[in-house]
């Protein structure tokens, strides 16, 4: 578990309440990306759901059934995170911020290039660019989407183009929720067939294919993938 120290509180406004966990901020985005990756015994830092963190206290067990539906805390926590807001300080989210623009620079460079010089673009000439953009990086959003709303931002400040290729996929229906919410900016299109999967197709840089091809596996095992032409 993240010691009580380095958690920050997740919080969820419902009723007229808040619901609380302690959780760990570098693993949060993490989760969210995969939820089989990280376990709860490493993202929480208490095994248990509070009205005020801070003040000792919990909720009853028919206030976090009103509002989840249950007691079970993978439940509530999951909801906590995915429709709540993480209470960062002002300290962790500035290195988080710093942290994730890193990412996003190192992505830009290494998957795009200047079409004039067929060569990447060096760091400090992209760090320039996103500053008089007045890009902000999210620290809990995923590089890969940032990475297009940066480039997006930046197009008219220096030439940038990438390699990008086109991916097919198959999947069972049943994983269809995990996968889209991982790719639904990417599609260009989709089609359910008579057996109940889901067939779709994306655009993406090259070099983003292997990890891109991973990810999906890892929500939906029975994937099958095919490069188009």
Not at 31 to 55: G, Q, R, Y
Not at 142 to 155: G, L, S, T
Not at 201 to 227: Q, S
Request: hydrophobic fraction near 40%.
């Amino acid at each position: 578990m993240v010691s009580m120290d380095d958690a920050v509180i997740a919080r969820l406004e419902k009723g007229g309440k808040r619901y609380e966990v302690l959780v760990d901020p570098n693993l949060v985005n993490q989760w969210k990306d995969d939820k089989e990756s990280v376990s709860f015994d490493d993202l929480l830092a208490t095994d248990e759901v509070w009205h005020d963190v801070k003040n000792g206290e919990r909720p009853t067990e028919e206030k976090l059934v009103g509002v989840f539906g249950t007691i079970e805390l993978s439940v509530c926590v999951e909801k906590i995170l995915l429709e709540g807001s993480i209470q960062l300080t002002t300290e962790q989210r500035k290195k988080m911020i710093q942290d994730k623009t890193k990412q996003v620079i190192a992505d830009i460079c290494m998957l795009g290039i200047d079409p004039q010089t067929k060569l990447p673009h060096p760091p400090q000439r992209v760090e320039n660019a996103l500053i008089e953009a007045r890009f902000k990086a999210d620290p809990f959003k995923p590089v890969e989407k940032q990475v297009k709303e940066a480039v997006a931002m930046i197009r008219s400040l220096i030439p940038i183009s990438f390699t990008t290729v086109r991916l097919a996929f198959k999947i069972p229906g049943a994983n269809y929720g995990a996968v889209y919410s991982f790719v639904r900016e990417d599609v260009l299109r989709e089609d359910w067939l008579p057996n109940g999967d889901w067939a779709f197709t994306v655009e993406i840089p090259a070099g983003m294919k292997n990890d891109y091809i991973a990810k999906i596996g890892k929500r939906a095992p029975e994937v099958v993938v095919k490069e188009m032409k």
